[in-house]
């Protein structure tokens, strides 16, 4: 906003919205990557219902004949309860891949706000002349590609996105090269079926990396960054502690990943390291007393009382939470906590106690605080010695 005021001419008021998800699709891409002619791979895929009510799956179908769908014994139409999943698998023939390498599959539901989930398939197919790795022997890797106009919101967002080629960093926004379309392709398919803008990252940083995402709009050659191994060593090099702040989302499979490199570098250098975890949620209410009506966070309520967990672990049992995260993460979504708890040591009636306690949301509220004071939303995000790292996290 414009204004005559001296002191404060232009004012920019930021809007934010918490996006709640009803029906949770893992993945939201199948990407087979590279496939030789005539080969066919399968992926599952995992639906789950995140919202408070019975949730009906009509029908799983896909309008592409080179995607195939396998039910795995599953009779439509289909209802889960709250938090129940169902899986099912997708296969692509690179027989039948002619002038196509993304396709989708629709799954119908009777959920008022997401009456239908589209899953993108991607697959790139490889001359014969090719090996498995990709490597070019002679000639060049089919890449059918067609003909795609970029609508407004598409351009607008290509500057968030770069398609890195070893150490070349391309901006899509300026980027003509052959190398960057698959890119450009595919933000203005999930454009075209209105994917909101989160999700699409989701899907570029799956596909090409968390390298692809990130602000830099420089085509030049960039100097390689340290992994996150070298970065918290040179973080040690002044001889103190190196101070680790990882803000989260419970749920997020990125997040998971960096959780998982850190504990293989907490396992050498954990004497050395002092790390907390800040997660990404909403605070509503205060004077609830309930945790559904405090809080509320990307994944729904589920990841609310995850990330509490979690939060009350890190603080009355800090040597348990990485033996936790290990045996939690291998299946996040699962209700069985309490055996990871247990296996990992923690005292599970106390942990209990904890959770019922109003004390507890208090304490939840203040580590959510952080990220909220820092507008950080972006689930991993990392900082060592107070300096943002901006690797990624293999």
């Known amino acids: 906003m414009n204004s005559n005021d001296p002191n404060t001419p232009v004012f920019k008021l930021e809007l ?17 990557r590279e496939l030789l002619p005539g080969e066919k791979k399968t992926e599952t895929v995992e639906v789950v ?15 592409y004949d080179f995607v195939s769908i396998d039910l795995a014994g599953l009779k439509l139409p289909l209802s889960l309860k709250q938090n129940e999943k169902a899986t099912f698998k997708v296969s692509v023939d690179a027989a039948s891949m002619k002038e196509r390498t993304w396709g ?14 589209t899953l993108y398939v991607t697959g790139r197919v490889l001359s014969e002349n090719q090996n498995s790795m990709g490597s070019h022997q002679q000639g ?16 607008k967002l290509f500057p968030l996105y770069n398609f890195v ?3 070349v960093v391309h901006n899509l926004a300026g980027c003509n090269s052959s190398q960057c379309l698959p890119m450009k392709a595919l933000i203005q398919v999930l454009v075209t079926q209105n994917f909101p803008d989160e999700k699409i990252t989701e899907a570029v940083r799956q596909i090409y990396g968390p390298a692809a995402v990130a602000a830099s709009t420089s085509n030049s050659p960039q100097p390689p960054r340290p992994s996150l191994r070298e970065a918290i060593q040179n973080a040690l090099k002044d001889g103190k502690k190196a101070k680790l702040d990882l803000f989260a989302m419970s749920y997020c499979p990125f997040a998971l990943r960096a959780e998982k490199a850190l504990d293989n570098i907490m396992a050498e ?9 800040y997660f990404i949620a909403q ?3 205060e004077g609830s007393d309930k945790l559904a ?18 939060v009350l672990i890190q603080k009355y049992f800090p040597e348990k939470l990485f033996s936790y995260l290990r045996l939690r993460n291998e299946n996040i979504k699962t209700t069985d906590w309490r055996e990871c708890a247990k296996k990992a040591g923690v005292d599970l009636k106390k942990l209990e106690e904890l959770i019922a306690s109003k004390s507890s949301l208090q304490l939840f509220r203040e580590n959510l605080a952080k990220a909220q004071t820092m507008n950080i939303h972006a689930s991993p995000t990392l900082f060592i010695n107070n300096v943002r790292y901006q690797g990624g996290f293999q």
């Open 269 to 277: 250098l954990g004497s050395k390291i002092d790390l907390q975890i």
């Open 49 to 63: 219902n995140l919202s408070n009510n019975l949730l009906k799956i009509n029908s799983i179908t896909s309008p």
């Open 16 to 32: 934010m919205a918490m996006v709640k998800v009803e029906v949770d699709v893992n993945p939201t891409t199948v990407n087979f």
């Open 140 to 155: 060049s890797a089919q890449t059918f590609l067609p003909q795609i106009t970029y609508s407004d919101r598409a351009r």
């Open 104 to 117: 989708q599959v629709i799954i119908s539901t009777d959920n008022p706000h997401t009456p239908q989930v």
């Open 283 to 285: 605070s509503k209410t």
């Open 293 to 310: 009506d405090s809080f509320a966070s990307l994944h729904g309520l589920p990841e609310v009382e995850e990330d509490l967990r979690q």
């Open 165 to 167: 080629a070893g150490n």
